[in-house]
């Protein structure tokens, strides 16, 4: 069964740091293309982060470039999402996906192109 599990979110301080991760199953994560999504209270799911497949190219949008840095471990099927210099904007809940093709330029976040999705962990960030 084709799975992916995200875990590692919380209730933070503005400033903290926070790792997630997204754990897949049933297949290799380097032969997918991974994203991250976050989708804030009343907003629209919107892309934060990607990995390319095999060669691990990565993009980060311009709202979080500089704190938000992804990640692949390949060892333990894992992409992650480290966060630095949280705050309240970056309340939401996260998703991880997975795409055959995808987190390429002109197409880093379509999001019908990501076939599998986790089911997210909520972040928030609060004083």
């Known amino acids: 069964q084709l799975q992916l599990v995200e875990s590692g979110g919380g209730l933070v301080h503005p400033g903290a740091s926070l790792r997630l991760s997204c754990k897949a199953s049933?297949?290799?994560?380097?032969?997918?293309?991974i994203a991250w999504f976050r989708q804030a209270p009343g907003g629209e799911r919107e892309g934060v982060s990607c990995?390319?497949?095999?060669?691990?190219?990565?993009h980060v949008v311009g709202s979080v470039k500089g704190r938000f840095t992804i990640s692949r471990d390949n060892a333990n099927n894992t992409v992650y999402l480290h966060m630095d210099d949280l705050t309240p904007g970056d309340t939401g809940v996260y998703l991880c996906?997975?795409?055959?093709?995808?987190?390429?330029?002109?197409?880093?976040?379509?999001?019908?192109?990501?076939?599998?999705w986790g089911q997210g962990t909520q972040v928030t960030v609060s004083s």
């Open positions: 996906a997975a795409a055959a093709l995808g987190c390429y330029p002109g197409s880093y976040f379509y999001q019908p192109g990501y076939e599998l």
């Open positions: 049933g297949f290799q994560i380097d032969r997918r293309a």
């Open positions: 990995i390319s497949n095999y060669y691990g190219s990565t």
